[in-house]
């Protein structure tokens, strides 16, 4: 029986072709991928990330009031003059920001909206959040089969006998 070596030089070409294609597909949406993760965030996502924390602290603004007012309340006899630099605006060992986001919420976030939105948007700005979760999932499900294809084609060839190209590399 004569075997034809052109056939298999062929076959073999057209096989370490598919797994150099399917390896650069792997490594360019791997690429992608981390750049998209990486990616500065748009001003509007920073804006927007840091009108929610006044939002938090807006809510969390009755709570810090009545804890600020129990402190002060609870001692009836201390005289105003002794209070004098010794106000707890807050409870120990925080910030005057967290009762300033409170209580001047809404003037904090126009002033944020104002401030940020004079600013230039980055050049290196990456996709909005609300689309980078899309794109993310369009690059993992590449990678996803890229590695599914390179993982049959695998199996096709060590159940041949076959020695997997650069076996010892990846």
């Given at each position: ?76 006899g ?22 300033l ?28 959040w ?15 089969g ?25």
């Open positions: 029986m004569a075997i034809d070596l052109k056939a298999v030089t062929a076959g073999l070409a057209d096989l370490d072709r598919q797994v150099r294609d399917l390896r650069r597909t792997l490594e360019t949406a791997r690429r992608q991928r981390e750049e998209l993760a990486a990616a500065p965030l748009p001003k509007a996502d920073v804006l927007a990330l840091m009108e929610g924390e006044v939002d938090r602290w807006i809510a969390q603004g009755p709570t810090l009031l009545e804890k600020t007012f129990a402190a002060i309340a609870s001692r009836p201390k005289q105003a003059a002794e209070w004098h630099g010794h106000l707890p605006i807050l409870p120990s060992g925080t910030d005057l920001g967290p009762l986001s409170a209580l001047l919420g809404t003037e904090l976030k126009a002033g944020l909206a104002t401030a940020i939105n004079a600013m230039p948007e980055s050049p290196a700005a990456g996709l909005p609300s689309e980078r979760a899309g794109g993310l999932a369009d690059l993992d499900s590449v990678i996803e890229a590695e599914g294809e390179l993982a049959t084609l695998r199996a096709q060839v060590t159940g041949s006998g076959l020695r997997w190209p650069a076996a010892g590399l990846y």
